[in-house]
Every structure is written in C-alpha cells, then in structure tokens.
C-alpha cells in the first residue's frame, strides 16, 4: 500500500501564476478530500469528491480555485490566478466508503508558497 | 452546526511525563470521534477513534474516552517519550456524514 501520493511536495510561484496540485488516492478508496492547511484557519475541507463525483464544494474559496477528479486514481486541485493569500499546506486525504466513520488516509501535503 | 474545541498549545513535557490533551466537542447527532496525529513534513495519520458513548479508542499507549454527558474526549498517556512530538488533532463526524470537523491542533513537544 504506497499510500496517498501528493505531487509536489513544494511549489513556489509568482502571483497571478497557475498552480495544479496532484493527488493519486489509495486504489480501492471512492471518497477523496482535498484540505487545506494554515496556521490561522487550521485544516479546512475544500471539496469532497465520491465515486469520482464532486459532492460537497462549499469550501472552495472563490472561482480562482477548481478541483476534477476525472478517474478513480488521479485528482487535480488548480488555483488560477494564484495569490499570496492562498500560500498554505494543501492536503489530500482518501478513504473507503463515505460513512463519517471511515479514517482518512492523508499525503504527506503540497506546501504552496505565492509571492 | 458541528464543531471541536481542543486545548491550545504548546504543550512541553518531559520524557515519561503524563499527557492530557482536552477536547470538547459540540454535535446535533451522535457523531464518531477520532483523535489524529501529524508529525512534522507529513499529513495526518489516525491516532484512535470512538463510535458510540462511553467507548475507549486506543492505540500506541494513548487512550480516549467517549464521554456524552460531557461532550468530552480528552487524550490520555500515561508515559510520554521524544518520538511523541508532533502535532494532535481532535475531530468529529456524524455518521451519516462523509466530512470531518478537525480541531485547531495541538502541538506536544517531549523533551529528554
């Protein structure tokens, strides 16, 4: 189990630059979350995807944010344009099932740092 | 709506010290509640959780209780060592829902 791979592990960029982030969840997890970490805000849920669907994006910040899941083992989260304000540890995290009981199996994050 | 509230860090113990991390939750269902652990560069990974009232969740020497009646579940262990530094978090999530409501953190800093 090579658990739930983020890529990449740092991103520094310009503002009003593009920034894709990846995820590859753990093979056989249908429920996938991307997070975003700061020191302010803690961990806050952005999107919520089941089967591949988005169910849940109210936690999407504003239209500059957009995240797809376009098959079971790849998703992307994309900031465009990107600003300082979104400079955070930004996590994916998988599990089995979407009971509120089923652990969540995290990466090891992508830190985004805009200037 | 649902939400936790755990203790401000930083905590700073010494090596063998015992641990309490509080943590106090507010929920309109019965919902599940976990304690997770984030060492530093990595994301969080599950500590123990518990399901139902009165449960005990436990797991590398830590313990948690489900306490309903005072909306608790604090953290507990009995002897803390070095590799236990790292970041706590408490969080929740009704059953019937997919998202969890993650704590603030908690940093635990254990020195020898």
């Known amino acids: 189990d090579a658990g739930v791979i983020q890529s990449p592990r740092h991103e520094v960029t310009e503002m009003g630059q593009e920034v894709t982030l990846r995820c590859k969840p753990i093979s056989g997890h249908n429920s996938l979350f991307w997070y975003r970490q700061t020191m302010m805000r803690g961990l806050e849920l952005l999107i919520y995807?089941?089967?591949?669907?988005?169910?849940?994006d109210s936690g999407m910040p504003e239209d500059r944010f957009s995240a797809k899941m376009p098959n079971a083992s790849f998703s992307t989260l994309k900031i465009q344009p990107s600003e300082p304000r979104d400079s955070a540890v930004y996590f994916c995290a998988s599990s089995r099932g979407q009971g509120g009981d089923s652990p969540l199996h995290f990466g090891n994050g992508t830190r985004l740092t805009v200037t | 709506g649902n939400s936790v509230t755990q203790m401000e860090g930083p905590v700073t113990l010494s090596e063998e010290a015992f641990l309490t991390i509080n943590c106090t939750y507010t929920?309109?269902?019965?919902?599940?509640l976990f304690w997770y652990v984030q060492y530093p560069g990595e994301g969080l990974q599950l500590l123990l959780k518990?399901?139902?009232?009165?449960d005990k969740g436990s797991n590398k020497g830590f313990e948690a209780t489900y306490r309903k009646e005072t909306t608790s579940f604090h953290l507990e262990k009995g002897s803390v060592q070095v590799s236990d530094s790292a970041v706590y978090f408490c969080?929740?999530?009704?059953?019937?829902?997919?998202?969890?409501?993650f704590g603030k953190g908690t940093s635990l800093l254990v020195t020898p």
């Open positions: 969080a929740l999530s009704e059953n019937s829902g997919y998202a969890l409501n």
């Open positions: 995807f089941n089967n591949n669907v988005p169910i849940d």
């Open positions: 929920a309109t269902g019965y919902p599940s």
């Open positions: 518990a399901t139902k009232a009165d």
